[in-house]
């Protein structure tokens, strides 16, 4: 499913009033219509109901579905409006005269909100920059404060479709009906968070419009199940792909334990673990179906600037499909000679995680110019600390745009990013970007990242990288998920998610998203015949 931003949902109404010919009042029935019967089958206790309405196209949508209400499902509707007939846009000064007609009341002032079941907001709509000004700054005080459940229409007013900063107030929603695709604030945090759960309502906004200009996807577990590699009968382990995880340091070898224990359980037909030679006594006795490699070290426990030379010109280097580098490596200066040497040598697919990304960016200018050369694009997978090194970016700006951040590095790059924050983001050097939204706060642990290093390792050394990341990072998110699940969220640690990788990839190869409604934040596409 797409996702979009104002500016690309503003063009998509346009083209579909100007060139197909959909009046735009027909767009506003359809979305009344959508808002109407998510009330009558969500909340169908509610009888008295308030809309607060703005003045442009999405007042217009909440005061339309107020008339539906009350004439198709006898709820008795009074509409906040505070404006003359003379003040409101086209569209909406037509629904206001419309639902005049038919009995709809309409109030200049607030009335008591403890009087109403139910509010549906249609303040701002998918247009409105932050923040909230003038009247309305109170009115969405009291709206939150009234303890009423609250439906909004298209977007909670106040947030930005483009983002996920919140500047207060902003309306507190327990559902929001969107309309054609859902926009970024419904899906980046912490304005997700405001959204409740989130419906997508069809408006007759044609599919052909946006399948191939939107760049932007949320990611379906419908859609990744297909990803799931399909084993040959005659298939053998170096076939099921070889990866090769370098990292460690002195108390930082469980990262290149639980890398390597993830990617055996993600599918790798071999795995080989590489630490400085005086580590390896301990991955010898933590591993038991992964290979150990002891490898040169600068001093005690840190791994040689120049243990390229010892890989590149071994016989094994020809075997392995895919790397891992920097899992607890640490953060110095033959790190990054030994980074700039993988980077410009390693000529399979790789993934850059933890130091390395650290590593990468102590080199600045010269480590970007390092990715832009390579052949096969690096995957990099910083969290939001290690974005702000590679960026130069505040950590606000990060979390708040997280999908554009993620993109313009990996396209002016030439590189993946897995963007890792309460979403994560995989962006392509093609500019394209897809965005999970699965996973639980219980992965908020040390290691989780690890785990999601060698799952995306051991896959993308069997399959397309974009592929491997999509199916990897759900398959990462779902496993936490279960693991939670198992026990308790502050109680899960990442190694749980390893064993519950298996688990993972049954459950998305049997999903259905009808069972899955109640997890889900998202009331997925599937579902809008229910409706």
């Not at 109407?36 to 007042?59: D, M, S």
């Not at 008591?112 to 998918?126: K, Q, R, S, V």
């Not at 005659?234 to 099921?240: C, G, L, S, V, W």
């Not at 224990?261 to 005086?278: F, I, M, P, Q």
């Amino acid at each position: 499913m797409k996702l979009v931003r104002a500016q690309q949902m503003q063009e998509l109404d346009r083209r579909t009033i100007e060139d197909i010919g959909i009046p735009s009042l027909v767009l506003m029935e359809n979305a009344a219509r959508g808002v109407a019967n998510a009330v009558i089958r969500f909340y169908p206790e509610a009888k008295k109901i308030l809309v607060v309405a703005g003045k442009g196209n999405n007042g217009g949508d909440g005061i339309a579905a107020g008339r539906i209400l009350k004439i198709r499902n006898k709820r008795d509707v009074t509409v906040f409006l505070p404006y003359g007939g003379d003040e409101l846009k086209d569209d909406c000064r037509v629904q206001y005269e419309i639902a005049q007609k038919v009995g709809v009341k309409f109030v200049r002032e607030l009335p008591p909100l403890e009087e109403f079941d139910l509010i549906i907001d249609a303040i701002f709509g998918t247009g409105f920059k932050p923040p909230v000004k003038g009247r309305w700054v109170e009115v969405i005080k009291k709206i939150n404060a009234s303890g009423k459940p609250v439906v909004a229409v298209d977007i909670p007013s106040g947030i930005s479709s483009d983002s996920g900063e919140v500047i207060e107030p902003v309306v507190r929603a327990e559902m929001t009906i969107t309309f054609a695709l859902p926009k970024y604030g419904h899906v980046l945090y912490p304005a997700s968070a405001y959204c409740g759960k989130v419906l997508i309502r069809d408006i007759s906004i044609p599919v052909h419009l946006w399948e191939e200009e939107l760049k932007t996807e949320l990611i379906e577990l419908q859609e990744v199940k297909k990803l799931i590699p399909q084993r040959s009968p005659y298939t053998y382990k170096n076939r099921e792909g070889h990866v090769l995880i370098i990292g460690g340091s002195p108390g930082f070898t469980g990262a290149v334990i639980m890398a390597s224990k993830a990617a055996t359980e993600a599918g790798a037909g071999l795995v080989t673990a590489g630490v400085a030679e005086s580590l390896n006594p301990v991955l010898e006795n933590a591993l038991i179906e992964e290979m150990t490699k002891p490898l040169p070290e600068a001093e005690r426990g840190y791994l040689h600037p120049l243990l390229g030379d010892f890989i590149f010109e071994s016989e094994d280097y020809k075997r392995y499909t895919s790397l891992v580098l920097g899992s607890g490596m640490g953060r110095y200066k033959g790190g990054q000679e030994l980074v700039e040497d993988f980077l410009t040598r390693w000529e399979k697919p790789l993934v850059v995680d933890a130091d390395g990304i650290n590593n990468l960016a102590d080199m600045g200018a010269k480590g970007k110019e390092l990715l832009r050369k390579r052949e096969i694009p690096a995957v990099l997978t910083p969290h939001v600390g290690e974005m702000q090194r590679l960026t130069g970016l505040y950590r606000e700006e990060i979390i708040h745009n997280q999908i554009e951040v993620a993109r313009n590095f990996a396209v002016e790059n030439n590189c993946y990013i897995v963007l890792k924050a309460a979403r994560t983001v995989i962006a392509t050097p093609e500019g394209e970007a897809f965005v999970n939204v699965r996973g639980t706060p219980a992965m908020a642990k040390g290691g989780v990242g690890d785990v999601l290093s060698g799952i995306l390792g051991a896959l993308i050394g069997k399959m397309p990288i974009k592929e491997a990341l999509i199916l990897g990072v759900s398959l990462h998110a779902v496993a936490g998920e279960l693991a939670e699940k198992e026990k308790f969220t502050e109680s899960v640690r990442a190694t749980d998610l390893i064993r519950n990788i298996a688990s993972a990839y049954r459950f998305i190869k049997e999903y259905n998203p009808k069972e899955d409604l109640k997890r889900n934040y998202f009331f997925l596409r599937e579902m809008l015949s229910l409706v």
